[in-house]
């Protein structure tokens, strides 16, 4: 594994004031209410990339040093434990916990692994922290060992005081279905405290530029900003192939560096290969990664396409995007619309009991395909290339990055 992705989790990596300070408060609150008869909840907000996970990193570290090697600390003797339902990023964690002694690899889990191992024990645990808490399931998932109703509501009964990083905008299937609202009327009943991060610490990215991506995910189609290619290198091209070279080129020079796509070509689990066709482009999907290193730092991916499953929560030094069949461009607006019957990811969009209005729904899925947008917007370290595949949206995109070399 490339020590990438381990240096952006590292527990030892350098915080900012306003990182270190989160932290402080988090143990503090920790500390408060490990005594009580009820459990806590601390909820950490932020968008892809502000850094919430080496904030959640740091924070466990310290929690199971002192419930280790630190006997006259709160925490001693504490059982605790680091969740995230993303078997890619879980492989990170594991990884950390590796060379450092007071980290164990069984310390990090899927949720689902915590939920039936406690049970079957007959034990709780004290402290959870919860890393991408919006991948929680909220719903039964059979196919996964999962038989209750919802995630969050089956780890904080089993914990003293639950601490998770949480963005709606990364809510992607219905499994998973959250918003900020069912959080909040979820931790209600417990004392609970939040904080919002704010600064984006992944992308070298202006903050105009942030805007313009975060823009287009919310349907909008605005005018490149100036500074877009400042400190960044931003590029949209009109000839996908020309664009995968482009990534290619840049693999050899810096590594990981990637081509990603949102849904609308063909893609089922079924084991074979799926392959995405623009012109002359023409590359297969990612394929199920059964070794222990993140998809984006397998040598051999060069040569796919990545999904929003496996480059979520990754940082990618460049990032190639092709907006697929699934998004376009409305005619005679500067708006995207999203093709609900171009989707192809059939896993995502499955019925909910607690979810029967039909326009609801649709708003919903739209929104999550939009998210998923956004999140792959925000892979790119160094830089971001842009493709569309309809041919509206490919034309307008193109003449906006015309005119921002013009001025």
Partial sequence: MSNQAIEKLSPFKELTDEQAELVDDVIDFARKHLEQDHP??????????????????????????????????????????????????????????????????????????????????????????????????????????????????????????????????????????????????????????????????????????????NNLTDGQIKPLPKNAREHYDFRIFDDAELMRQTIVKRNQEVGLSRILSTSG???????????????????????????????????ETIDEVGSIYTCQGFDLNYAGIIIGPVISQKPDTNQLQVNLDRFTDTEAFKKRADLTDPDQIIYYEKRMILNALNVILKRGVKGTYLYAHDPLLRKTLVMLDQQLNAE
């Fill in 265 to 299: 070509y063909p893609s089922t689990l079924d084991g074979g290969k799926h392959y995405i066709t623009e012109g002359r482009f023409k590359m297969t999907w990612d394929q199920y990664n059964f070794t222990a290193t993140p998809w984006a730092e397998l040598p």
């Fill in 40 to 213: 806590a909840v601390y909820t950490i907000l932020g968008d892809a990339g502000t850094g919430k996970s080496v904030v959640l990193s740091q924070l466990f570290a310290r929690i199971e040093k002192a419930a280790r090697i630190q006997a006259d600390s709160p925490f001693y003797g504490t059982h605790n434990y680091f969740l995230v339902n993303h078997p890619e990023v879980l492989k990170v964690y594991k990884q950390i916990a590796g060379p450092i002694k007071t980290l164990l690899k069984k310390d990090y889990q899927r949720p689902t692994t915590f939920i039936n191992q406690l049970d079957k024990r007959n034990e709780t645990s004290d402290i959870v922290v919860i890393d991408e808490a919006h991948l929680l399931l909220s719903k039964p998932d059979h196919y996964n060992n999962f038989y209750h109703e919802n995630q969050l509501v089956e780890i904080i009964k089993r914990a003293k005081v639950v601490i998770l990083v949480f963005d709606p905008y990364q809510v992607l299937r219905m499994k998973s279905f959250w918003t900020l609202d069912r959080l909040n009327e979820l931790v209600a009943p417990y004392p609970h405290q939040s904080y919002q991060l704010k600064h984006q610490f992944r992308m070298t990215a202006s903050d105009e530029l942030i805007d313009w991506f």
